[in-house]
């Protein structure tokens, strides 16, 4: 019985409410259910038609917004995390144009504003205290926080990124605090870069970062967070798990941070590149805390070697002296693209040929304006990479291309001049995966430029991090670039074997991908490609062999693109028209239409309308992105083993195949000797070896079962009792009175008909 269930379950606080609604005319009696209703603190509702549903449903907002009314308490709400488009400007005539005011969509303007103040309403409406998490795709236009009031200023036309918004309830306030309501909601946009501006970037490293979740395990920012790019209109929620390896330490470390608990904890983890292609096992201390009035954890990550930094550099009293060690005839010189004095230049573009002289132009008549630390520091650092610089002037080998040193400050110097194009796009080294792997190695870490090799680009780079021992401090990296050419004399010196017809030998790197080849027919164009697309029977029996290790991960912030293709011709009209015209009142509509469209003046001077066409492209596409998850795998050597002796031998049907490996002692290479020329790619029914990120379903729904791990999140507190709460009020239904005047002329109508009738 009903009763029996609320007594045990919500008696005698009744805790939980509930909410009846009748819908339509019902046959049934609906007592019951306003019962359940009046005696669990809810309120009966009746949905007359289909077009009360929503409005009527809505309702029980209001309800429980006025019991928080009457708690007299003021509790903020947080947000998730949005992306600002730049799209919703157009609509309100906030885009940068000369005009200033755009042709407005009027309906879709209401339903914006509509749809923001919603949001905004819903979760203190429901409670202002709760900290449900809601992503939207709702733009807030401005250069500054925005709150409810359009500032004078105009937005940036990609928008303002990832932002979130923060809620306060405004009450009426009554001397009859019964009948005490809530009025609205006033909230402020902050924007997530504003918010992690509080952390100096420059003291963490290169390998260093920052992040923050909310109570559900949400990410707030993070680097490893794509929605900041903007290739999707809508971002998906992603959890911190999603962005970063999952392991139980950090599972147990995200379930610390929702409680809003201070704590840190060193985790050995596997470190995702920028490219997605290499991953390193490295050690990370994770240091979190809460804060307060809020319902986000921020958490700070350190290397082992990133625990101290240059707080404050006076190397150089003299500016004169700084700039002069920025100025080598003999090295080309490449400066990131920072803030290095933000009030007196121009936007930055480190890729212009102007970028550097503007710098250094400018710390000559702005100095004491620029960022003194971050300008010292960068003198500091040139004054090093000058050392480095006579050292090659007087002792570089003749078989490198070219020698460089890049550093913390930003500054990149290549020796001789004239060698640069190398490091077109690596201009920030923070962002550089050589630099990223040759911090968290200590290695010589060879690589090769991915992308440029498919346009015969054979340097390879070889690099390697300085660390002042004493300190436990990194400042720069040192490295070289090598020519296939001096690989390739260097590997058939050492082994001979490698200069027969009947072997190929091959330099990999740590994650599987060719540095170097002596096979003259494939040479440069199989550099920088992944070995398995070459020797994918070798590579498999590799993997097979555990000399290398996959590692498969889901990107659930991935970003597919969608092909929609676009005739010139019309499509063809599937529509009931013909039954359409069996019925009356198609053709009674149809008369109509054209009597009160019809216009003497236009049926004779028509207004024509030109229609263009493209007579050579009939078909067009258009492109577009929407959310998918994605398949990423990543390949990297054994480092538990020692492969010195490795061997293997394939055999499928009559193709045989013999190979074996050498680790190259401090350095990431793996040289991997293959005798027979034989093709067993066709043989040999390996299964392909994945490496570009492919569309996946999602790995919870497996086998179309749902096997779902619940993720641990922070239920909102509940407010559930007021003492001046009416309870009594708990639905109603006006009754009809007779009017005695309609009824007496009735009566009156209906005798003097029934005497004409007689």
Request: proline share 4%.
């Amino acid at each position: 019985m009903p009763e029996e269930v609320f007594d045990k379950y919500n008696r005698p606080e009744a805790k939980i409410r509930i909410f009846g609604y009748a819908v339509g005319p019902t046959a049934n009696p609906v007592a019951a259910v306003k019962w359940i209703a009046c005696t669990n603190r809810g309120y009966f509702y009746r949905i007359p038609a289909m077009g009360a549903i929503r409005s009527t449903v809505q309702a029980f907002v209001a309800w429980l917004g006025n019991e928080l009314a009457m708690s007299s308490v003021y509790y903020q709400e947080w947000n998730s995390v949005y992306y600002d488009n730049y799209d919703f400007y157009k609509y309100i005539g906030l885009g940068l144009t000369d005009d200033f005011i755009r042709e407005p969509i009027v309906p879709n303007i209401y339903k914006d504003q509509w749809h923001y103040s919603n949001i905004l309403g819903r979760s203190t409406a429901l409670g202002a205290f709760s900290q449900s998490a809601l992503w939207t795709n709702i733009q807030a236009p401005f250069h500054q926080n925005i709150c409810f009031v359009v500032p004078d200023v105009l937005c940036c036309e990609e928008g303002m990124g990832m932002m979130t918004t923060v809620t306060l309830p405004v009450y009426n306030r009554t001397n009859d605090i019964a009948n005490q309501t809530i009025l609205g909601v006033m909230g402020c946009d902050v924007t997530v870069e504003e918010m992690s501006h509080f952390v100096d970037k420059r003291q963490l490293g290169p390998n260093g970062y920052d992040f923050a979740i909310n109570s559900n395990g949400y990410i707030v920012f993070h680097p490893n967070l794509k929605a900041t790019n903007g290739w999707l209109k809508n971002p998906p929620n992603v959890d911190f798990l999603e962005v970063e390896y999952e392991t139980e330490a950090k599972v147990e470390m995200r379930m610390h941070m929702i409680d809003g608990e201070t704590g840190s904890a060193n985790i050995q983890t596997y470190v995702v590149l920028p490219d997605e292609l290499h991953v390193d096992n490295a050690s990370r201390t994770y240091y979190y805390t809460f804060v307060p009035d809020s319902t986000f954890s921020v958490g700070v990550v350190l290397p082992d070697y990133a625990t101290k930094f240059i707080k404050s550099v006076k190397a150089f009293t003299d500016v004169a002296q700084g700039i002069e060690l920025l100025r080598s005839l003999d090295t080309d010189l490449i400066l990131a693209d920072w803030d290095y004095c933000s009030e007196l230049m121009p936007v930055a573009d480190s890729n212009s040929s102007n970028w550097v002289e503007d710098v250094i132009n400018t710390f000559e008549f702005g100095y004491h304006k620029c960022n003194q630390d971050l300008a010292q520091h960068l003198f500091l650092d040139a004054g090093i990479a000058e050392g480095m610089v006579s050292y090659w002037r007087d002792k570089a080998p003749e078989k490198i291309e070219a020698a460089f040193v890049a550093t913390n400050a930003g500054l990149t110097k290549i020796f001789p001049a004239g060698t640069n194009s190398s490091f077109e796009r690596l201009s920030d080294p923070w962002k550089a995966v050589y630099y990223k792997r040759s911090f968290d190695n200590d290695l010589w870490m060879f690589s090769a430029d991915i992308v440029r090799a498919e346009e015969n680009y054979t340097t390879i780079m070889a690099s390697k991090a300085i660390e002042i021992e004493d300190a436990g401090y990194k400042p720069a990296v040192i490295g070289v670039l090598l020519s296939q050419a001096t690989l390739i004399k260097q590997v058939t010196d050492q082994m001979k074997a490698c200069k027969n017809l009947q072997t190929k030998c091959y330099l990999l790197d740590d994650g599987g991908f060719i540095m170097m080849s002596t096979n003259e027919e494939e040479d440069s164009k199989v550099i920088g490609k992944f070995f398995g697309e070459t020797e994918r029977d070798v590579m498999a029996h590799m993997i097979n062999t555990s000399v290398f290790i996959q590692n498969e991960q889901y990107d659930y912030q991935g970003a597919c693109q969608e092909v929609r293709k676009i005739a010139s011709a019309g499509t063809t009209l599937i529509s009931p028209i013909f039954y359409d015209m069996l019925s009356l009142n198609w053709w009674t509509a149809k008369f109509a239409w054209a009597y009160l469209n019809f216009n003497l003046y236009n049926w004779l001077f028509p207004v024509r309308n030109y229609v263009y066409a493209d007579g050579e492209d009939e078909e067009m596409t258009e492109l577009s992105n929407y959310s998918c998850i994605l398949k990423l795998s990543q390949y990297h050597y054994n480092t538990q083993q020692e492969f010195s002796d490795s061997k293997g031998m394939i055999t499928c049907s009559s193709c045989q195949k013999s190979y074996a490996t050498s680790r190259i002692m401090s350095t990431n290479l793996l040289l991997v000797m293959v005798e027979g020329i034989e093709d067993c790619n066709r043989a040999c029914t390996h299964n392909p070896l994945p490496l570009q990120p492919k569309e996946s379903t999602d790995p919870n729904f497996s086998n179309d079962e749902c096997i779902v791990t619940k993720r641990y999140r922070k239920r909102p507190p509940c407010y559930d009792y007021n003492e001046h709460e009416n309870t009594s009020l708990c639905g109603s239904c006006s009754l009809l009175y007779p009017c005695p005047v309609l009824l007496l002329l009735a009566s009156l109508c209906l005798v003097l008909i029934q005497r004409q009738n007689l």
